[in-house]
């Protein structure tokens, strides 16, 4: 541990180190061991720099946006975590149907909405109620009802573990529902290349307006959760006839097959699935790791005896 504070400030002096922090209060499910180390990079240049020589020395690297979709272990995490800050937008270049705008991993999605909305382009409007960064949807291909934020990226700049920079095109993404190919190469996200129509402003409005509604209507914001712990279920047609009500549409929703089985409000140690959406998971300010682990067992196993269905998780798990 030392070792390591020694090496980083060394190699990084004017970075903004912390030492053996606690994870929880930067989380939105208010759960986390303490990390070796912390930074927050604004720069391109500063997460490109630090992860090489953190691939050079050994040092463990685990890449955090907006923490609002993971579940860090209570006894922690080892080596540096880094937390993406880059937070530019700039407008590039257009043509008769699309314009390019740029946005830093590290921006947070409502400010980057605000901000195309205002430069008159239309696409990301969905989006503006995912509390995370650009680098965490995409990452997880964040979506709204069926809208993945994938279907409005041209490409996306990438440094990979080992220190190569690249610009990666939106066919070679492997974008699909809560995927891409980031998850499986562990590249970094540096910044997206978004390619949006020209719109109306009042549209826009109109569509933020709906999708908040919509979402205070339906997910219990304001307690501390990872938003949706499970994905929702690819339709097949025995889930067709045991759920009817969804037998036209591609994803029986997660939360709606918890709800069937009857687990809302069931709780282990300060975890309880949510009585207004029952994939979300609602920590009282007393729950650890191992409370959502427990928990996520059990509505598996519930939901496995009594559909045969496999749920599977939407969170990331990081320690
Ligand atoms: C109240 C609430 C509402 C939500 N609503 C939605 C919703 O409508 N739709 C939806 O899809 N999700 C939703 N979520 C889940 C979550 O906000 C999104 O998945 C979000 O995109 C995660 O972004 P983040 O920056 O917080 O990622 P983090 O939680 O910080 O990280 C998630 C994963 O992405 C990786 N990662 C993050 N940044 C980078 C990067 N730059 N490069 C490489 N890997 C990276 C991390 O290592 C981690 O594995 C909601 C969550 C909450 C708490």
Redesign the pocket.
């Known amino acids: 541990m030392k070792k390591i504070q020694t090496l980083l400030t060394k190699a990084f002096p004017k970075l903004d180190w912390q030492f053996n922090v606690e994870l929880a209060p930067f ?3 208010k759960i986390g061991g303490p990390a070796d180390a912390v930074v927050v990079t604004k720069t391109v240049k500063d997460v490109t720099s630090l992860t090489s020589f953190c691939y050079q020395n050994d040092i463990p690297v ?9 579940i860090v272990d209570d006894k922690g995490v080892k080596g540096v975590v880094i937390r ?1 800050a880059n937070e530019s937008v700039e407008q590039l270049e257009h043509d008769s149907t699309f314009t390019i705008v740029r946005a830093g ?2 921006v947070k ?1 409502a400010p980057l909405v605000a901000k195309t909305v205002e430069m008159g382009l239309t696409g990301l409007e969905y ?1 503006l ?16 009802l069926s809208d993945l ?1 994938g279907e409005h990226v041209a490409a996306v700049h ?1 440094v990979s573990k080992d220190g190569k920079i690249a610009w990666i095109a939106v066919k070679n993404c492997a974008f699909a529902y ?1 995927h891409s190919r ?2 499986k190469t562990g ?4 910044e997206v290349n978004f390619r949006l129509k020209t719109g109306s402003k009042k549209e826009s409005q109109e569509k933020i307006k709906h999708a908040t509604e919509y ?1 205070a209507k339906t ?1 219990p ?1 304001g307690i501390p ?4 712990i499970f994905q929702n279920v690819k339709n097949t047609e025995k889930l067709k006839k045991t759920f009817p009500d969804f037998a036209d549409k591609p994803h029986v929703p997660g939360g709606y097959i918890i709800d069937q089985a009857g687990l809302k409000s069931t709780k282990v140690g300060g975890i309880q699935v949510s009585t207004k959406h029952a994939a979300w998971f609602e920590n009282d300010g007393t729950g650890t790791s191992d409370d959502v682990k427990k928990l996520i067992k059990k509505v598996k196993d519930t939901v496995k005896s009594k559909f045969d269905v496999e749920l599977h998780e ?3 798990f ?1 320690k």
């Not at 685990?62 to 993971?70: E, K």
């Not at 590249?187 to 540096?190: A, D, K």
């Open positions: 989380t939105y499910m685990t890449i955090l946006g907006g923490a609002s979709n993971v993406i991993a590290g999605m989006f109620g995912v509390p995370g960064t650009v680098g965490g949807a995409i990452y997880n291909n964040a979506h709204y934020i990438v809560e980031f998850q590249e970094i996200i540096l979402r997910q914001l959760s990872s938003g949706c939407e969170v990331f990081v």
